[in-house]
């Protein structure tokens, strides 16, 4: 890489547990289609070299948000900035950011070759870098045996690889990916992912990764922004969301949970027959609880533990664990993460730590 | 999943009027056109090629096709050169008003085809709006003679009738374009004027290609445009055809003259299929 990008002089709300500098900084971007509000007020650091993704349920606003980044929207207000300037005032062609499309966009009149090329033919670079640069992407992302073929002669696997070289030979500052892998089937979208992860390492320029997918998000990011209704809910690396989710939201999203509305009265935490102290201040309260914190009961309360009874009302096995569902005495159902096979017979008991159900917030009602 | 009864009434009818109106026809005008006319016009059932060398012999035939080669080719690049900026609008800038747009470069196909060449005629004609407009401005002092009875005023009907027939499958090739291909060349650094170059106009080729056949064909068999506004200057090779099926009574030489614009026809349609074919890609 030529630039070298510098943020002095640039007002930047930096993250301060983050050391690398800051690449794009989103601020106050809000966006709607006539009444439609799409999205509202986000404000998002992005640092140099990083993967983030925005997770978020289709309709969150998550795709409108990287068209903005990209330029082919245009925020209703907010500002984009990268590198000491402002971006959201450039044309799409003269930001240092490329996309890779959910459907690839691969120009189909020209070949594998020529659509690398693309970027490099239209930035006028000399005949002998860019056959050498398209070589090397070609390479890189293993398509260097099609290079003479037309896209709709190669697969889908294929044409996302191809898609990827053409956005990397511009060695862009950021590249976006919009849902890139939702196409593929489920094996070819595994290997990618992994492929893709390591790509982004060697390449080491950042990556914004749309994705509806919060296992995809999980296993690639290096931090997720999780989008909802057009507001961000919680950005976290995914063991910090996973462990602690900041909404019920989140802690759904991510993940499997159970909810538990319970009630704090003078520091102690009441919920379905069992209490556990707490300082919390007092009121209505909900505690996420992941199934795979709760135990089956079995010999001596472990320290600090709760057990509460409950009769097994749903069992799903899926190999190495077995999800089952037991309705408690007061009525609420608790999802259980135990080992597969476990044979467990009614009536169960159950047992958790108190320190692995984390309080959240309610999330808002939006829409 | 159909019947043999049902598949066998839903073909018969368009089987037979493509016989009944089109194959034996064209077989007659085949055999017309190896026939012969006897001085007393009488048409002598006697296969031979006398009609074909007539016609390569006479230059007064092939010079004719050849302008009407000439100002169908005309048309067919001013159709083009006002078709492809109008599709061009209406797909990528229509709006919300695109289908009414599109509905407007459709409805001067409603109006009569002679009231439109008429109304030329009022325009271009000595005493026309056109001169007297240019004179009561002393743009110029006499009307100018080349607005009407030439070639210049064929050319320009057959252009004004025949453009949407270049606009249309422009217009769907465009449309065909899926919009992020436009997207990804912006995205790629590439200006709205290389992105037209290089992806827009590449695949709007076919429609072109559809287009210009379109203007091309359709102007080089007309004889009503040079026959209302061309003058003894703009006369087509179909208005020969006419007068040798019609005062002339040779349809013998009529039929050979139509059999070549046929062959004519025939290629270029094979060939313009051949070239849309190399460049679309769904």
């Known amino acids: ?367 | 999943m159909f019947s043999r009864t049902y598949k066998f009434v839903i073909t018969t009818p368009p089987l037979l009027w493509v016989t009944v109106f089109l194959l034996v026809p064209y077989a007659l005008m085949f055999c017309y056109s190896f026939w012969s006319v006897t001085p007393a016009q009488a048409i002598v059932h006697s296969w031979n090629l006398e009609n074909y060398q007539e016609l390569l012999q006479k230059s007064v035939y092939w010079e004719t096709l050849l302008r009407s080669m000439w100002i169908a080719a005309r048309v067919m690049v001013f159709s083009l050169l006002l078709g492809y900026p109008l599709a061009y609008f209406l797909s990528f800038y229509g709006g919300k008003r695109k289908d009414l747009l599109y509905q407007m470069v459709i409805i001067p196909l409603w109006v009569s085809y002679l009231v439109r060449a008429y109304a030329w005629k009022t325009i271009l004609g000595s005493e026309g709006v056109l001169n007297t407009l240019l004179q009561y401005v002393h743009f110029t002092r006499h009307p100018l003679e080349f607005l009407l009875y030439s070639p210049f005023a064929v050319v320009l009907t057959l252009t004004h009738i025949y453009t949407p027939f270049a606009i249309l499958p422009i217009y769907a090739a465009l449309e065909h374009i899926p919009r992020n291909l436009v997207e990804a060349s912006h995205d790629l650094g590439a200006t709205p004027a290389q992105t037209f170059w290089k992806v827009i106009f590449p695949l709007s080729i076919p429609g072109v290609v559809a287009g210009a056949t379109f203007a091309f064909v359709l102007s080089l068999g007309d004889f009503l445009a040079p026959l209302l506004l061309g003058g003894p200057s703009g006369i087509m090779i179909s208005n020969i055809v006419v007068s040798l099926f019609g005062a002339a009574y040779n349809w013998p030489l009529g039929a050979a003259i139509s059999l070549g614009m046929l062959l004519i026809v025939v290629s270029l349609l094979f060939l313009s299929e051949r070239v849309e074919k190399k460049w679309s890609f769904s």
């Open chain 1, 1 to 367: 890489m030529t630039s070298s990008i510098t943020t002095a002089g640039v007002p930047t709300v930096s993250n301060p547990s983050s050391t690398k500098a800051t690449l794009l900084s989103i601020r106050n971007v809000a966006k709607n289609f006539g009444r439609n509000v799409v999205l509202r007020n986000v404000s998002l650091e992005i640092a140099e070299g990083e993967f983030l993704t925005i997770l978020g349920e289709s309709g969150s606003g998550k795709t409108t948000l990287l068209r903005i980044i990209a330029g082919f929207e245009t925020a209703t207000s907010g500002e984009l900035w990268m590198g000491g300037e402002r971006l959201d005032h450039q044309p799409p062609y003269r930001r240092r950011v490329n996309t890779v499309f959910q459907h690839y966009a691969l120009f189909p009149h020209l070949t594998v070759e020529q659509n690398v090329a693309y970027g490099l033919r239209v930035a006028k670079r000399p005949a002998a870098e860019i056959a050498q640069r398209v070589t090397e992407a070609l390479e890189k992302v293993k398509m260097t045996a099609y290079a003479k073929a037309k896209p709709a002669k190669i697969s889908g696997g294929q044409q996302q690889r191809v898609a990827l070289a053409r956005a990397l030979v511009n060695r862009p500052r950021l590249l976006l990916l919009d849902e890139p892998l939702s196409a593929l089937d489920a094996n070819l979208r595994r290997q990618m992912q992994v492929e893709l992860k390591s790509l982004q390492r060697e390449v080491g320029i950042a990556f914004v990764f749309v994705t509806h997918d919060q296992e995809e998000a999980m296993v690639m990011s290096d931090r997720i922004a999780l989008l909802r209704s057009g507001e961000l809910e919680q950005v976290a690396s995914p063991p910090e969301i996973y462990r602690r989710p900041a909404t019920a939201y989140v802690a759904q999203f991510i993940g499997h949970t159970n909810l538990l509305k319970a009630e704090v009265r003078g520091g102690v935490v009441h919920w379905g027959g069992v209490s556990w102290p707490s300082s919390l201040p007092d009121g209505p309260t909900l505690f996420s609880l992941r199934p795979e914190h709760i135990r089956l009961a079995g010999g001596a309360l472990a320290p600090g533990a709760v057990r509460v009874r409950g009769r097994i009302v749903q069992r799903a096995f899926h190999g190495a664990t077995e999800l089952i569902r037991v309705r408690c005495a007061d009525g609420q159902v608790l999802a259980v993460r135990t080992a597969g096979g476990s044979g467990v017979q009614d009536p169960v008991e159950l047992e958790f730590l108190p320190a692995d159900a984390i309080p959240v917030r309610e999330s808002s009602e939006r829409n």
